[in-house]
């Protein structure tokens, strides 16, 4: 593969010390961190736009990292959007989901075989075998008579394993794929810590648990509980955590995947994690000042 010649330029956000310590309103450092994970985003959608020689196309193991790449930049664009618009309840589940994203792309690259690959494969594929079996019992059941809508289905169905190269009377999907679960997976990649310290905690959000609704969409007093239906002001340390882990994940696949072919944009990443981390110890210094988020 080719050095990389022709990669946009991307935008660089300057973080200056002596102007973020004048700042008086946590609001600023969730805006500068909006600006930050913009720039880590832009370099998410170049990983994400590289083609390979012609015919310009990924095999099946490519693909699989390419389209976590892919989702990667769609789940921060839809961070960014309801940071934007005042959402912190939403933030969190884009924000979990965009961290699962990246623990699946850091176990894929670091385990880089074709059974994995499968194994990833054929465990999203298990939902489609159990509808198709359940839709064929039905069929069966009714005498062999197909609806429209089952053939429709039976049709997608077929479609979608014909496009990924499964054969599902073949397969028999694990519990988790690549025999470990996500917090596991994460446990591998070195992510271990960031899973307990500040990602676990939304998946309260994603699933809806009590906690979640405890937090943002209940109030209570002694008298008991009432509807919350305001939204909360986001803050800016889950911006600044997924924007380090991303510029890890970039890193990792512009060195270790593209090699030399992408070792300037893998040259750049050093300097957005420094600004980043800048940017982090700037607003600890803040809250350390005791000074209101609000």
Request: hydrophobic content about 40%.
């Amino acid at each position: 593969m080719k050095p990389i010649t022709e990669a946009p330029i991307v935008n660089r956000i300057e973080v200056y010390p002596d102007r973020v310590r004048e700042f008086s309103n946590e609001n600023d450092f969730t805006g500068l961190s909006v600006e930050l994970l913009i720039e880590v985003g832009s370099y998410v959608c170049i990983a994400a736009s590289i083609l390979p020689p012609p015919p310009h196309r990924w095999n099946r193991h490519e693909a699989v990292v390419v389209g976590h790449l892919v989702r990667l930049y769609k789940l921060i664009s839809a961070m960014l959007d309801q940071t934007c618009q005042h959402r912190r309840e939403t933030t969190f589940v884009f924000g979990r989901l965009a961290f699962e994203c990246i623990v699946n792309t850091l176990f894929l690259m670091k385990n880089d075989k074709p059974e994995v690959t499968a194994s990833y494969i054929e465990y999203s594929m298990r939902h489609e075998k159990r509808l198709r079996d359940r839709i064929l019992r039905n069929v069966e059941a009714r005498g062999g008579e197909t609806l429209h809508i089952e053939q429709r289905m039976l049709h997608s169905i077929e479609s979608s394993a014909k496009q990924s190269g499964v054969d599902l009377d073949s397969i028999n999907p694990p519990s988790n794929w690549g025999g470990k679960n996500l917090f596991e997976k994460a446990k591998d990649v070195g992510l271990e810590e960031a899973y307990l310290g500040a990602f676990a905690g939304p998946s309260h959000s994603v699933h809806g648990n009590w906690q979640d609704l405890l937090e943002y969409h209940l109030d209570s007093d002694e008298e008991g509980y009432s509807a919350e239906l305001s939204w909360h002001r986001p803050r800016p340390q889950l911006l600044t955590t997924l924007a380090l882990l991303t510029v890890e994940t970039l890193h990792v696949f512009f060195s270790d995947i593209m090699g030399t072919s992408g070792k300037k944009l893998a040259e750049e990443m050093p300097d957005l994690r420094e600004r980043i981390g800048l940017l982090v110890h700037l607003h600890e210094e803040f809250l350390a000042r005791g000074a209101n988020p609000a």
